[in-house]
């Protein structure tokens, strides 16, 4: 046997250059080769006599290669083609924690294997199923190139040109043998962080027409009880998560908000005034019945629920707006104690930490969930929280790589302040983190971002090379009268602002004063200046 190393966990075409007589067979496959519950694909070749060449046509995934020959053939030469989806990645996130960059490098290869000609698992799945997608097309918005969301726009198509008659949505597709629906998986795939998404980041208004008839059809489909509650949806596999103590009552709930969030959105985008009417009457009936019912005074929990109290549900709960802020505080309490959800669900808990501000909280729940994928020497992420565990343990699962997004995103603060970034805001959380170094993909373009704080210094750089309007928000618990502006000093009295070639005051709130940038780089700081 003839073992070949690869740089790191990559897709490839491996090629053997070698003198045989005829008839002798070489067999080829990865150290994935058993990456998952079932097999994964591996190539047979003859020989003929001679010196020949042979290159595997269908790719496989790894660490290793693995050439198996009989006695009698002579190799000459081993070699691989590298294969890829069609984009560059121009995105990047380092900080001063050695652990998040590890992270962050390791959800980028799981994202780079899981983007084909469907957005997949490159092990034994090979199909589209859209409670990853709806995760990996955030990290592919914060990594790649415009050729990147083509990846994106055509899951979406997929999903809904495979819609059934009566309605129901299913993946992965196109399939002939697998048909069945997951409710909540498709309500992720057309909610707030799904389909919605696709439009915050890129503006494409022509695919939101062409998607929402089709998701308004799905949303039909479920219905809500005198309770004001959704109703349970079995579909064709009746699943939320991998794990146990799975609270499903509160995950419907709050997965059927997401979805119509993001269809009332489009909604106003498309001047649909009486189903935005409608959807937005169901949404303020789920939210206050879902509030009142599952609220324990500690946390949210079910009435008929006999698990364990789940964080999966808890983390949902906000993010679906079933917490008002006085319940916050004991929801981030109770997110820091429990931890049951699998790679899957543990991105929106993360980014319900986030998104509520707890940004020391999230980073170390991340910090505590993914240190031994992060100390593991394999160079991407896995299904499970352990290799072999649920769903077979694919080592390459997408939808384990939230960092990838959640990072830039919160912690960097880089996000569009209107759709298709045609603002960009950039409001920094840095946690406990010293200092962060980031760029984020603007179309074919990008958008620089470096921030430095210690207990004396606070700075902002930000380089824009996108030509797109941009706003800085800079903690106003990190301001005296002063700030420098490009070494300038300026006065920010009464939240007035003098004059000045590099940024004017756009607006305050309760934590931060936004400044729009007026020239393509600046650098805002808190030091140095002259009282």
């Not at 498709?186 to 494409?204: E, P, R, V």
């Not at 820091?336 to 986030?354: D, N, W």
């Not at 993909?441 to 380089?463: A, F, H, L, M, W």
Request: glycine share 8%; with cysteine; hydrophobic share 35%.
């Amino acid at each position: 046997m003839i073992t070949g190393t690869l740089p790191k966990n990559i897709t490839v075409t491996p090629y053997i250059c070698l003198k045989a007589e005829a008839g002798q067979l070489i067999d080829i496959r990865s150290d994935n080769y058993k990456g998952g519950s079932e097999y994964n694909v591996r190539a047979e070749y003859i020989t003929k006599k001679g010196v020949q060449e042979f290159e595997m046509p269908n790719y496989i995934n790894g660490h290793r290669i693995f050439y198996t020959l009989p006695k009698g053939v002579k190799c000459l030469k081993v070699g691989y083609r590298e294969t890829r989806f069609n984009t560059e990645i121009i995105g990047k996130f380092t900080c001063n924690d050695e652990f998040y960059n590890r992270l962050w490098e390791k959800s980028l290869n799981t994202m780079n294997l899981n983007m084909r000609d469907a957005i997949q698992d490159p092990d034994r799945e090979r199909s589209q199923w859209w409670g990853d997608a709806a995760i990996i097309l955030n990290e592919i918005f914060y990594s790649c190139d415009t050729n990147g969301i083509s990846a994106v726009r055509k899951a979406m198509l997929n999903l809904v040109d495979w819609q059934k008659e009566d309605g129901t949505l299913y993946s992965p597709v196109p399939a002939g043998s697998w048909d069945k629906e997951l409710p909540l998986q498709m309500l992720a795939a057309i909610g707030k962080y799904g389909f919605w998404n696709y439009y915050q980041y890129t503006g494409d208004l022509h695919t939101v027409k062409y998607v929402y008839p089709k998701m308004k059809r799905y949303l039909s489909l479920w219905s809500i009880d005198e309770r004001g509650l959704v109703k349970h949806r079995a579909g064709g596999w009746d699943w939320a998560d991998w794990g146990d103590n799975i609270d499903v009552a509160v995950l419907d709930n709050a997965w059927y908000c997401l979805a119509l969030e993001s269809a009332i959105g489009m909604g106003k985008l498309l001047n649909d005034t009486s189903f935005v009417n409608y959807y937005t009457s169901q949404l303020k009936l789920v939210r206050t019945s879902a509030s009142k019912t599952f609220w324990t005074g500690e946390n949210f929990r079910s009435a008929g629920y006999k698990g364990i109290t789940d964080d999966r549900a808890n983390g949902m709960a906000l993010l679906a707006g079933f917490a008002g802020k006085s319940q916050w505080g004991k929801v981030r309490d109770f997110l820091m104690e429990r931890k049951g959800a699998s790679p899957y669900m543990e991105k929106y808990i993360q980014e319900a930490l986030l998104a509520k501000g707890y940004v020391k909280e999230a980073l170390q729940r991340m910090k505590q969930r993914y240190t031994v994928m992060v100390e593991s020497p394999l160079t991407t992420l896995w299904e499970d929280w352990t290799v072999g565990g649920a769903g077979g343990g694919s080592i390459n699962h997408g939808w384990a790589g939230g960092a990838l997004s959640l990072l830039p995103q919160y912690v960097a603060g880089v996000y569009p302040f209107t759709p298709g970034w045609n603002t960009i805001m950039v409001k920094p959380q840095l946690g406990d983190l010293s200092w962060i170094d980031c760029a984020v993909p603007v179309g074919d373009s990008r958008i620089e971002v470096q921030v430095t704080s210690d207990n004396n210094t606070y700075k902002i750089k930000v380089k824009n090379e996108t030509r797109k309007d941009c706003l800085v928000g800079f903690p106003k618990n990190r301001i005296d009268t002063h700030l420098q502006v490009n070494k300038q000093s300026i006065s920010i009295k009464d939240m007035q602002l003098p004059e000045n070639p590099y940024v004017k005051l756009a607006h305050s709130d309760d934590e931060y004063v936004y400044f729009q940038l007026k020239t393509d780089e600046v650098l805002i700081s808190n030091c140095s200046f002259k009282k």
